[in-house]
């Protein structure tokens, strides 16, 4: 007889979580939200109508068993919950006003240094990739961290689609605009759209992926539906949401971060405990549902994936 045996973060939270833990991650996450309300019951809503979508469209994809986790994975609840998407807020409680968005349908363009601009839409382009899923930490500059199951392509095969030319050294990431839907976009203080960007060395490493789904179905809204990057060892703002534009440049792009304050969020950003952020330490971490902080590894302790890229470097602000 065939059983599926059941992932991790398909335990229900009742079976896997013994009461006073949950009491515990409740007040963790209190603490952290500066005693907001807590939205953990929309979460659950918005999970269910997810999943009967994902049974649809193929998720969950197959397991990449190369990418392994030292910790246990981060409870789904929380991480559709928490999140940062400055675009609808600037609390962590912005899964609510996200369900604005409409991923679907979504058009995506790719231009700039390539062979043949394309505009495509989020289903064609799904059509060409191979979705797989893998499993990864993340590292909030904020010292927040998660671990978490994407389901996605490796961002070099979104390069290989777009066959850029010779002078083409970085990939420009950029998210929607759309003010009727976001209206902190509307906010002229900051350098909107939200803007991220890759050298084509770390655009083309096998750990840089393009993420269209997690926990075995698509990205909810608040994640970055439906279609983001995550780069897990640069701090978390690297890993640009709901993408519209993959652009090859010649110039390295700005991103939002660097835009609105340099001294604080550079191009690099790649995670290091020994570099503090000017306000605070980096040392270490606090992982979603956790009251206790961990240490911080260098690189996000994906050394054997990347520090090769990092070779002769070694004079820029690769950890800023
Ligand atoms: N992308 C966009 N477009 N807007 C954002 O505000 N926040 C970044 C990143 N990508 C952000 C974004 C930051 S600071 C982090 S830590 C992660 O998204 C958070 O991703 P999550 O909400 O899925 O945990």
Redesign the pocket.
């Known amino acids: 007889m065939l059983t599926r045996r059941l992932k991790g973060w398909e335990i229900p939270e009742s079976e896997a979580t013994p009461e006073a833990l949950f009491e515990g991650r409740r007040a963790w996450l209190k603490a952290a939200l500066g005693g907001m309300a807590l939205t953990s019951p929309l979460s659950i809503a918005l999970t269910s109508p997810a999943r009967a979508e994902a049974a649809a469209s193929g998720y969950p994809a197959k397991a990449n068993g190369r990418f392994a986790l030292d910790r246990p994975i981060s409870a789904e609840r929380l991480?559709?919950s928490?999140?940062?998407?400055?675009?609808?807020g600037f609390e962590k409680t912005?899964a609510g006003a996200a369900q604005a968005l409409k991923p679907d349908p979504w058009t995506i363009k790719i231009d700039g240094l390539v062979e043949r601009e394309q505009t495509l839409s989020f289903d064609d382009l799904l059509k060409k990739m191979t979705l797989e899923e893998r499993l990864y930490r993340?590292r909030?500059?904020?010292t927040?961290s998660?671990a978490?199951p994407w389901t996605g392509f490796p961002v070099k095969a979104l390069v290989d689609l777009a066959r850029p030319l010779s002078g083409a050294k970085y990939l420009r990431m950029e998210?929607?605009t759309d003010t009727s839907i976001a209206p902190e976009e509307g906010d002229p203080l900051y350098p909107w759209?939200?803007v991220?960007g890759l050298t084509m060395a770390e655009a083309n490493n096998d750990l840089a992926f393009i993420a269209t789904g997690?926990y075995g179905k698509p990205l909810p809204k608040?994640?970055?539906a439906p279609i983001?990057?995550v780069v897990p060892w640069k701090?978390?703002?690297?890993?640009?949401?709901?993408?519209v534009k993959f652009s090859f440049v010649a110039d390295r792009p700005v991103g939002?971060?660097e835009a609105l304050q340099s001294s604080e969020y550079g191009f690099w950003a790649n995670v290091n405990p020994a570099v503090p952020h000017p306000r605070w330490s980096q040392a270490r971490e606090t992982p979603l549902g956790s009251l206790i902080p961990r240490s911080t590894l260098i690189w996000n302790g994906y050394g054997e994936f990347v520090a090769d890229i990092y070779k002769g470097l070694e004079g820029e602000r690769l950890f800023a």
């Open positions: 991480v559709e928490y999140n940062n998407f400055y675009e609808f912005v993340h909030c500059v904020e927040w998660m978490v998210t929607f759209p939200y991220e997690i608040q994640n970055g983001r990057l701090y978390g703002f690297k890993s640009a949401k709901s993408l939002f971060w």
